[in-house]
């Protein structure tokens, strides 16, 4: 992998120059939040329902390196479904690099439903090694609930009706989880782009055309446009293009919730 917005121009990527790349800000006060998408160069986000057929070799490893530097795994019920979403994979290795950055060894995913509608037979409570985390509202039936508790997952009611972004953020701070990564999907990326809470967007773009009739990585009632700047810029002999985007005003202070 090469970096193609460094001096000299272009410069080789090497996994400790990567890991660099992708370091969470230091000293963090509050919950960091991370997006994660990858897209075709048309604007596709999944091909046929899934998210897993756009990735590369190099869109893989990033993908691992995020969830490795991560407190918390943060996805949408809608996501987990399509995805069938397990636990989070783990070696001795990893499990080790991440006890020495000062994290637990694997990250938790948490899930984010209002409805608490999560099928037991999913792989996020069949294929784990630690239980998920369901934050979900007051207005999910008591019968779900239940069903995810029996399931083996850990559910807490965070709103009464609807989650929002101050909501979540709010949730994950109180478990004391600071380096967020959220896998998606578009509606709650969306939603957290409405409230004013993302951070930053980490954005692969696969070289290749998809067409069909997939959306964009976010989607919301309403446009918010939130200024970005550019972290880097990385580039696969493939053609995979590596990206990272911080919100302007992000280390200026707490401004969630502006």
Request: proline share 7%; net charge negative.
């Amino acid at each position: 992998m090469r970096r193609l917005d460094g001096t000299p121009a272009t410069q080789h990527v090497d996994d400790t120059a990567l890991r660099a790349l992708y370091a969470y800000p230091d000293d963090l006060s509050r919950p960091w939040l991370r997006i994660n998408f990858v897209s075709s160069l048309d604007g596709a986000v999944a091909v046929e329902g899934r998210s897993g057929a756009l990735g590369s070799p190099s869109d893989k490893k990033v993908f691992g390196l995020l969830r490795e530097l991560a407190d918390v795994i943060l996805v949408g019920a809608g996501t987990v479904r399509a995805e069938n979403y397990g636990g989070a994979r783990t070696s001795e290795a990893l499990r080790a690099r991440r006890q020495e950055a000062g994290l637990a060894p694997i990250p938790p995913v948490a899930v984010v439903t209002a409805s608490c509608d999560l099928p037991p037979d999913l792989r996020l409570f069949t294929d784990t090694t630690i239980p998920p985390v369901v934050f979900t509202t007051a207005r999910a039936p008591g019968s779900a609930r239940r069903a995810v508790e029996a399931a083996g997952g850990e559910v807490r009611v965070i709103a009464d009706a609807v989650i929002d972004g101050p909501s979540l953020l709010a949730a994950i701070g109180e478990a004391g989880w600071l380096r967020v990564l959220c896998e998606g999907g578009p509606s709650l990326f969306g939603r957290m782009i409405e409230d004013g809470v993302v951070d930053e967007l980490c954005l692969t773009w696969a070289p290749v055309l998809a067409a069909g009739n997939a959306g964009r990585i976010a989607h919301a009632p309403t446009a918010a446009l939130t200024p970005l700047r550019r972290a880097h810029l990385v580039c696969d002999d493939d053609g995979t293009l590596l990206t990272r985007w911080v919100r302007t005003d992000a280390l200026e202070g707490d401004t969630h919730g502006r």
